[in-house]
Structures are given as C-alpha cells and as structure tokens.
C-alpha cells in the first residue's frame, strides 16, 4: 500500500489540475519500456525502449507549428491525439508496434515534459565588421 504524507494527500485531493500541452511550446511525452524485472528493455536495432514525441525515428528534434503539428511532415515516435474535449492521448501499442518490439508484458512509464530551451528566440544578425546586432547602445 502507498503510504502518503498528510500535505501531499491533501494535494492529491484538493482538485483538478488541468493544463494544456502545447508541442510548440516544448511540452513532450516520453515513454519508457520496462520488463518485468524493471530493467529497460532494449529495442531490436539495440538501442533502449525510450520513446519521445518531439523527436523522430532517427532522434532529431521536431519543431512544432500553431496547430501543433510537426513541422517538414517529420513524424513523431509518439503521436500525441486530442479527444474532441482537446484531452490529450497516446497509443503506447502503436509506438511498440512501430519500434518492432516483440509481442510481450511490459511496463509503461510516461512522463510529461516541457524543453525550457524550445521557446521561440530572436534571431539576430551581428555585422561581421563592427560586431554589433545594430541595435542601441
């Protein structure tokens, strides 16, 4: 049985917490493929059953429009579908199904993440001759 503190039990019950995963924004899902002796199982080309929907097959990072969408028509390793509510969820079925990785009972730990360095920076031109963005100062 898990045994709770009194604040974080309280925390747990206090309510819904709801939020809105934005992949524009750097919200990403990872799922992780555990045995069951715990061990992270490895996927037939030898790499671990680690699995990210902001990155693609080969492991790049996938930039995301407005709408969400991956753009370049990069696809992810985990799709993330949207209920008509905007609810967010995924098929780990289909990201085993896609990595090869056999038939079998596993564990499934999924994390929601944000990529603090994935927000939108200015791009600046610095002239080759003085050193200067050409803003003031």
């Known amino acids: 049985m898990l045994e709770f503190s009194e604040d974080a039990l309280e925390?747990?019950?206090?309510?819904?917490?709801?939020?809105?995963?934005?992949?524009?924004?750097?919200?990403?899902?990872q799922l992780i493929v555990f045995d069951d002796l715990d061990n992270i199982i490895t996927k037939p080309d030898g790499t671990l059953?680690?699995?990210y929907?902001?990155?693609n097959a080969?492991?790049?990072?996938?930039?995301?429009?407005?709408?969400?969408?991956?753009?370049?028509?990069?696809i992810p390793q985990i799709l993330i579908y949207r209920d008509t509510s905007n609810k967010v969820f995924?098929?780990?079925?289909?990201?085993?199904?896609?990595a090869n990785i056999p038939t079998g009972n596993y564990k499934l730990k999924i994390d929601f993440l944000k990529n603090t360095f994935a927000s939108d920076f200015e791009t600046i031109?610095?002239?080759e001759d003085?050193?200067?963005?050409g803003g003031g100062v």
């Open 11 to 29: 925390l747990i019950q206090s309510g819904q917490l709801e939020y809105i995963l934005s992949e524009r924004d750097g919200d990403y899902i």
């Open 49 to 51: 059953a680690i699995f």
């Open 53 to 55: 929907s902001n990155k």
């Open 58 to 74: 080969a492991g790049d990072i996938i930039a995301f429009d407005d709408t969400n969408s991956p753009e370049d028509g990069k």
């Open 90 to 98: 995924i098929k780990p079925n289909e990201v085993l199904f896609m």
């Open 125 to 127: 031109s610095i002239d």
């Open 130 to 133: 003085t050193g200067s963005d």
